[in-house]
Structures are given as structure tokens and as C-alpha cells.
């Protein structure tokens, strides 16, 4: 398991790599481990990030652009270090308004899912 922003992103461009024709953008949650994982990724790639704060479970509260985001023509994909009880990923599956989101990746288990 990477411990520095600089293992991080080297371990998420040899994951992502291959797969970075299949979506033009990163989202994830507001929390602290997704935001900065989030960040390493959208940096190591390239690409422009879209953050989605929780106000409740009802409601969203921010979503914050990092670069030129699109939600209605750029296909997302959802980061996190690791879904554990998969609360942060439903909240912004539910709260992404027009975000395609087509893929997953889970940092802690290097794993990349196609939706």
C-alpha cells in the first residue's frame, strides 16, 4: 500500500493507465481520503476533478469543479481509497445530478471496475 502522495500516483498511473480512454474526468466524495486520493489521481492523470460534499443524506451541499467539467458530456470516474460500508460512494452516485459515472477505483485494493 502506497504511503505518500508520490507512491500514490505512481500506483494510480500504472493502474489507470490502461483504462484512461474510458473516462475524461475523476469525482469523488468531500471526505478526507477520497478528496485527496482524488486529487493525486486527478493530477497524475491529468484530468479534471469534480468534488461532491454531503450536507445529509437528502441533500447535496457543494459540488466543487477542479479544472473544465462538464457533467452533461464527460464520462466520470468515481474514486475512493476504499468503499467499506459504501456510504460516501452512494451518496455521490445519488447527488451527481447529469455525471456519467462509468467506472470505479478502489486505491487500497488497486481495483478498477467498469460500471
Do not use: W
Not at 508520490?6 to 478528496?35: M, T, W
Not at 491529468?46 to 459540488?63: F, G, N
Amino acid at each position: 500500500m502506497p504511503n505518500t502522495p508520490a507512491e500514490y500516483a505512481k500506483q494510480i498511473v500504472r493502474d489507470l493507465g490502461p483504462h484512461a480512454n474510458e473516462f475524461d474526468a475523476i469525482i469523488c466524495g468531500l471526505d478526507l481520503h477520497a478528496s485527496v486520493i482524488g486529487g493525486v489521481a486527478a493530477a497524475a492523470l491529468d484530468m479534471p476533478l469534480l468534488v461532491v460534499s454531503a450536507h445529509s443524506a437528502e441533500t447535496i451541499s457543494l459540488m466543487i469543479p477542479l479544472g473544465d467539467i462538464d457533467p452533461t458530456t464527460q464520462r466520470f470516474l468515481y474514486i475512493d481509497d476504499f468503499f467499506a460500508l459504501g456510504d460516501t460512494k452512494d451518496y455521490v452516485f445519488a447527488h451527481k445530478g447529469d455525471a456519467q459515472i462509468v467506472a470505479t477505483y478502489q486505491a487500497k485494493f488497486a481495483r478498477y471496475e467498469r460500471i
